[in-house]
């Protein structure tokens, strides 16, 4: 017999911020192993009758590959559940390096990170035109778990994006000092979301060189996402999408020659899209 093992993302905590799949996945599965430290309880309510919960949040991995083997030796459906998406941070790979030589059919099913929905929360717009066209996700170096060493917030930060940072939470003002070292300065807006999407959540804006003083303040610790970069602005500036435009022409639209004509007297790059690149030209 043989078993499969679905890595479903939870999402950031809300029980109706899981896709329609991860829940289906749960609602099948046969043994659901979750981390009640990380994952809200909603996520995992509504499994069938019989089904094994399992809480991780107090396993190391080689108990958790008990569950596993007896998924393969009973031919059973795992949802091993993981707050946000399971490819970030999720530590996956090792799980995946322990299913395959039982013969466990492999799946993942996607979910909405933390830092999407804390962008979500404060109606924030993570890249705008000739701001920021780009989402570094990253960590602050020197934690427990070792970081490749050409990857620090302060060799990111020189790039000026937006960067969503998480697991630092607890060396903030280390965060704040690398983070201004790299190049933001210091006026440079800041999103802090803690347990986003939960009951208890809290957002809040501040600018960067405030920023360890706000988490300080509120003695945010673990569960906190933090966002820096010039797009997070609450009231941001940046020129217009070109795709919406209308002296952009594409399959689906014609173009308007006195906008068109606008658009290539600033310095605009091709005004014709075709429609499967309509995104890029964006």
Known sequence: ??????FVGAGPGAADLITVRGAQVIA??????????????GIVAN??????????AGEALEETEAHYRRAAEEGLLVARV????????????????????????????????????AAAAMNAEITLPEV?????????EGGRTPMPPRETVRSFAAHGATMALYLSAARNKQLQE???????????????GYRVSWP??????????????????????????????????????????????????????????????????HGAGPVTGHPNHLEERA
């Open 1 to 6: 017999m043989s078993g499969k093992v679905v």
């Open 28 to 41: 099948q599965a046969d043994i659901i192993i979750w981390a009640s430290s990380l994952v809200h309880p």
């Open 47 to 56: 499994h069938k009758p019989g089904a094994v919960l399992v809480d991780s």
């Open 82 to 117: 993981h707050t946000g998406d399971p490819s970030i941070y999720g530590a996956t790979a090792e799980q995946v390096r322990i299913c395959r030589p039982l013969g466990l059919e492999i799946e993942t099913v996607p979910g909405v990170s933390a830092f999407s929905a």
């Open 132 to 140: 920021s066209q780009s989402l570094i996700l990253t960590r602050l």
């Open 178 to 192: 690398e983070l201004l070292a790299g190049g933001y300065p210091p006026e440079t807006p800041c999103i802090v």
């Open 200 to 265: 208890e959540q809290m957002m809040m804006r501040c600018p960067l060189s405030e920023l360890s003083a706000t988490m300080r303040e509120h003695k945010l610790w673990k569960h906190t996402v933090v966002l820096v970069g010039p797009a997070l602005a609450a009231d941001p500036q940046g020129s217009r999408s070109h795709l919406y435009h209308p002296g952009f022409r594409h399959e689906y639209r014609k173009a308007d020659p006195d906008a068109q004509q606008e658009l290539r007297s």
